[in-house]
Nanobody, 123 residues
């Protein structure tokens, strides 16, 4: 079972990136999926989550209106579109899955994790 995140990199302030998280080893279409991030010296924090069918999404306040989480269950992939990026968005981004299908904001609520994908927003 593996979650593979990609699409991160270096971007200027105000720019955009789209992160993707591809799942393999099992079908994640019944799982809720989330994105978290961890900046240097800080704890891992919640960014966004999406229900198994994609009908419900939640975001942390600092990214509302700028980030959009979506999923394509046929491709076993979840996305995070990040627009109007700010230096404080710089972090390693992680995707996660919860096979209990609950929409949670805490890392403990997820039982599958991908490797981190670094995002750097330069000014």
């Amino acid at each position: 079972v593996q979650l593979q995140a990609f699409g991160g990199g270096l971007v200027q302030v105000g720019g955009s990136l789209r992160l993707s998280c591809a799942a393999s080893g099992r079908t994640f279409s019944s799982d809720s999926m989330g994105w978290f991030r961890q900046a240097p010296g800080k704890e891992r924090e919640f960014v966004a989550a999406i229900s198994w069918g994609g009908g419900r999404t939640i975001y942390t306040d600092s990214v509302k209106g700028r980030f959009t989480i979506s999923r394509d269950n046929a491709k076993n992939t979840v996305y995070l579109q990040m627009n109007s990026l700010k230096p404080e968005d710089t972090a390693v981004y992680y995707c996660a899955a919860d096979d209990r299908s609950l929409l949670r904001r805490t890392p403990a609520g997820y039982n599958y994790w991908g490797q981190g994908d670094p995002v750097t927003v330069s000014s």
